[in-house]
């Protein structure tokens, strides 16, 4: 992939305010894309994320919503459409990851979940199908997780909703094809991110896996299997969950 290969390019990546939508952002800049930065409440960071974009002479819009709600969810692709003129990728990065015990877990905080990672997948990509129709390499990218796959302690809802969003995936991918849209899935491993406070600690299950290449992955490792599926290289692959975990599957 040619530093040029997204010149011209708008993406969307949402829940870009720091870790790994920041990379995100980033890769895709740096390969001509401008992006717009969604971030649920932190502005803050988000004008950080643009500032890291438009180093890279690229232009940045900062949105912010609740993209589990229907209507923001419509209004923070309608204005993502409208800062440039134009959509052609649509990240959803956009999740929240607490830990709690399965008896633990309460209806509202398994909706929670469930509407940050798997609904706004849903409500984003379709209010963008109109947008991404009128492209000529349009691309969608979900954000996965390996527990989605592999199942943990302490997370039920975390991975329901990420099993969840592998399914729609390869759903989007049987109905938008035609359409001229790929639709895969990125599924991050043991990743180091910075936490921020209400996180808490590194997920538990770190505690009990490890990978066969010597090392946990960064952020950009993941933000570069992203940028290379809604690249011209990635353009005869859709339905498929793309793993970037050094291997932890088969240690």
Known sequence: MTSEDLKGRV???????RNIGRAIAVALASRGA????????????????VAAVEALGRKAELLSGDLSDPETARGVVADAAAAFGRLDIVVNNAAIRPEAA????TFADWRQVMGVALDAVFLVSQAALPHLEASDQAAIINLGGLT???????RAHVITAKAGVVGLTKAMAHE?????????????????TKRVSNEGAAPKHHDTRKT?????GTPEDVAEA??????????????????????????
């Open 11 to 17: 993406a969307l990546v949402t829940g870009a305010s």
């Open 34 to 49: 401008d992006i717009v930065v969604h971030v649920a409440r932190d502005t803050n960071a988000g004008a950080e994320t």
């Open 102 to 105: 399965f008896g633990d877990i």
């Open 148 to 154: 989605g796959h592999t199942g943990a302690a302490h």
């Open 176 to 192: 938008l094809s035609p359409k001229g849209i790929t639709a895969n899935c990125v599924a991050p491993g043991l990743i180091d």
């Open 212 to 216: 066969l290449v010597g090392r946990r």
């Open 226 to 251: 992203v940028a290379y599926l809604a690249g011209s290289a990635g353009r005869y692959i859709t339905g498929e969950t793309l793993h970037v975990n050094g291997g932890t599957y088969l240690s």
